[in-house]
T-cell receptor, first 113, second 113 residues
Framework: NAGVTQTPKFQVLKTGQSMTLQCAQD?????MYWYRQDPGMGLRLIYY???????DKGEVPNGYNVSRLNKREFSLRLESAAPSQTSVYFC????????????FGDGTRLSIL | GENVEQHPSTLSVQEGDSAVIKCTYS??????FPWYKQELGKRPQLIID?????GEKKDQRIAVTLNKTAKHFSLHITETQPEDSAVYFC????????????FGKGTKLSVKP
């Protein structure tokens, strides 16, 4: 089983460029999440989707947009990348949002110059 | 909103010793407490979780204890091995914060052979 798959694994962007990070899960989970991980900061929630057709802001949503394309796929878009968005991005999914373990993808390492 | 504090930030033990990592949370409505292990360059992986109706849970060399009155929970690893070396994250969630996980900042555990 693939679990949660993220693409790309690495990306380098210039300031002002845009890009979309892709995430897909094959576990038939209802809820999906995007986190960013910075040194010494733990995992911070950017956006989440409790179920297909819904999305909501997390702790650090500024500069990002998301799309829950269908039950399997949840994408994260940077419209105009900034150096402060250099980070490792993790997608996760869970059966539903409450009291359930989250399963993470391998992450996307994003550098913005 | 929920706040999770994790201590210590780094922990070094000799192989075979025990390791204890502690987390405190602020919201008394929190009811789900997972622990994740993240090896260098890898995804966070769930190693154990506990819900608020249980005081202790054990899985082989790993145990978690929960003190709801004091609002803290701890991860205990016995008979540590070099492969236990990783960063460990605690998290807490409650339905009042829409069920989202709030993560601690992590503990880097080093097990010396």
């Amino acid at each position: 089983n693939a679990g949660v798959t993220q693409t790309p694994k690495f990306q380098v962007l210039k300031t002002g460029q845009s890009m979309t990070l892709q995430c897909a899960q094959d576990m038939n989970h209802n809820s999906m999440y995007w986190y960013r991980q910075d040194p010494g900061m733990g995992l911070r929630l950017i956006y989440y989707s409790a179920s297909e057709g819904t999305t909501d802001k997390g702790e650090v949503p500024n500069g990002y947009n998301v799309s829950r394309l269908n039950k399997r796929e949840f994408s994260l878009r940077l419209e105009s990348a900034a150096p402060s968005q250099t980070s490792v991005y993790f997608c996760a999914s869970s059966v539903d949002r409450e009291d359930q373990p989250q399963h993470f993808g391998d992450g996307t390492r994003l550098s913005i110059l | 909103g929920e706040n999770v504090e994790q201590h210590p930030s780094t922990l070094s033990v000799q192989e075979g010793d025990s390791a204890v990592i502690k987390c405190t949370y602020s919201d008394s409505a929190s009811n789900y407490f997972p622990w994740y292990k993240q090896e260098l360059g890898k995804r966070p992986q769930l190693i154990i979780d506990i819900r608020s109706n249980v005081g202790e849970k054990k899985d082989q060399r790993i145990a978690v204890t929960l003190n709801k009155t004091a609002k803290h929970f701890s991860l205990h690893i016995t008979e540590t091995q070099p492969e236990d070396s990783a960063v460990y994250f605690c998290a807490a969630s409650n339905r009042g914060s829409q069920g989202n996980l709030i993560f601690g900042k992590g503990t880097k555990l080093s097990v010396k052979p």
